[in-house]
């Protein structure tokens, strides 16, 4: 599980400046928990080997109404999902009527605060620290963000606390991780218990925050696997009785702990943004994947068709995923699934000897050779394995730098093919060695 750092603070402290600073260039990975003035934003960053999670929030103006209601309510949500808070203050403005108010609230959580003093470049440290003493919320760190001062010593000091966590499932089974992820309503607790069957469920009862998936390991037609459950449903009594908070932290630390994800979707509403924010994430987790279009019981022939058709014309870039159409209420196509999650989970962890790699690459290019770039041919050697789930094949040749967009892709269609990969991203390195 990687720390998750929220950003809180009032309007214009500084917070998104910050934020970029510790995502660096990647940009904020789910960025979709609506606020009305700015979204909860979601991003990854790292130092030396250890990753993190931070959450960027719209405000805490100590004036809560209406929309600054809304934004207030977002600061509280990052609260509740983080492992440690930065309370930001600006140093230039000096302490604020709502930083005393924002101090009041975080006094009261567990979490660990750390008292963030922002933009002070060029002011005397003394003086600007000493008015923020009398918050009460510890020593006062001195940072500029817009100067990138401070941060990595901050982020540093923040992260070294965690970094003898023992990762919960790391020890790695040889269970088919399986993590049914989706929005709010889209069925993803009917369908867990559909997937288990209760005849079969050992019940793995785990308290735990709302921040945390349970996992139910289980046995179906002799193939171990573990479920993690972004629903809870484990964790009720039963379905009905509290709906499980949702959490993009949980969805993002289930996705990354599973070897096939199945993403749900309500096929009544269609694709949302959400949907496709999530299906970003899993691409970019190079994680297998499975898409439910979920509730296609009791639609009209008209509806399946306008879905079908939008899946088609926005998804095309998760074409190597199989999709399925099913009732998680009723069960109609839900066993099926175990086929494609199978599938995807073979091929994402398949191992091909070099040499079977190889010999497949000087078929290809005896095929179709590389093209010429400034009279030269590029020679591609052999090629080897670099990793599983996803798996990733490296090239080795030279000049292969040079390799046309086109021809890569020849290259990778024809390796997909050959291997039967199915049901998961597969990642191509080129290397260049003379
Ligand atoms: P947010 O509303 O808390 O997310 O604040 P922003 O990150 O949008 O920053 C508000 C303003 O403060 C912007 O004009 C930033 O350029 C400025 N700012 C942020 N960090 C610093 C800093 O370290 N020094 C100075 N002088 N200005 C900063
Ligand atoms: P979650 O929030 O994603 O866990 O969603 P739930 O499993 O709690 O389901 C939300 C609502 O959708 C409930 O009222 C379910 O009964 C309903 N639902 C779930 N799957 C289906 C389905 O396949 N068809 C129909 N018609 N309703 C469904």
Redesign the pocket.
């Known amino acids: 599980m990687l720390p998750v750092i929220a950003?809180v603070?009032?309007?214009?402290?500084?917070?998104?400046?910050?934020?970029?600073r510790m995502t660096k260039s990647r940009d904020a990975l789910v960025a979709d928990m609506p606020g009305v003035t700015?979204d909860r934003k979601y991003g990854e960053g790292q130092i030396g080997e250890q990753a993190y999670i931070v959450i960027?929030t719209?405000?805490i103006t100590g004036d809560e109404q209406g929309i600054d209601h809304e934004m207030a309510q977002q600061s509280l949500q990052a609260i509740e999902e983080a492992d440690v808070i930065f309370f930001?203050v600006?140093?230039?403005a000096g302490l604020m009527p709502a930083d005393s108010m924002i101090a009041e609230h975080l006094r009261r959580t567990e979490k660990r605060v750390y008292l963030v003093v922002?933009?002070?470049?060029?002011l005397d440290p003394d003086i600007a620290m000493s008015d923020f003493h009398t918050v009460g919320m510890g020593e006062p760190l001195p940072?500029?963000?817009?100067?990138n001062?401070g941060v990595t010593v901050l982020t540093e000091e923040c992260l070294s606390s965690f970094e003898d966590v023992d990762m919960p499932f790391d020890g790695r089974d040889d269970s088919v991780r399986i993590a049914i992820v989706g929005r709010p309503n889209v069925g993803k607790s009917t369908l867990v218990n559909r997937l288990l069957g209760e005849d079969r469920v050992i019940v793995f009862d785990e308290a735990g925050t709302t921040r945390d998936s349970i996992y139910i390991p289980y046995e179906r037609d002799g193939q171990a696997y573990t479920l993690i459950d972004t629903a809870g449903v484990r964790r009720r009594k039963n379905i009905k009785e509290v709906v499980e908070k949702f959490s993009i932290i949980k969805t993002l630390q289930a996705i990354k702990d599973a070897n096939v994800v199945v993403l749900v979707i309500d096929a009544r509403q269609g694709l949302s943004d959400q949907d496709l924010h999530m299906l970003g994430f899993v691409l970019e987790t190079g994680r297998a994947l499975v898409i439910a279009l979920n509730k296609w019981d009791g639609m009209t022939d008209e509806d399946k068709k306008e879905v079908k058709e939008q899946i088609h014309r926005r998804l095309g870039f998760a074409e190597f995923a199989r999709f399925h159409f099913i009732s998680a209420l009723y069960g109609s196509g839900v066993g099926e699934m175990y086929a494609s999650i199978n599938e995807a989970y073979e091929s994402a962890m398949a191992k091909w000897a070099t040499h079977r790699l190889t010999l497949l690459l000087e078929d290809i290019v005896a095929d179709h050779q590389p093209p010429q770039v400034a009279g030269r041919r590029i020679k591609l050697r052999y090629a080897h394995q670099g990793g599983s789930n996803p798996p990733i094949i490296v090239v080795h040749g030279n000049r292969t730098e040079h390799l046309p967009e086109s021809y890569k892709r020849y290259l990778k269609n024809k390796f997909i093919k050959v291997l039967r990969i199915h049901g998961t991203p597969v990642r191509f390195e080129f290397k260049t060695g003379e």
């Open positions: 950003l603070g009032r309007p214009n402290v500084g917070k998104s400046t910050l934020f970029n700015r960027d719209g405000g930001m600006d140093g230039r922002n933009k002070t470049d060029g940072i500029a963000a817009a100067h001062r």
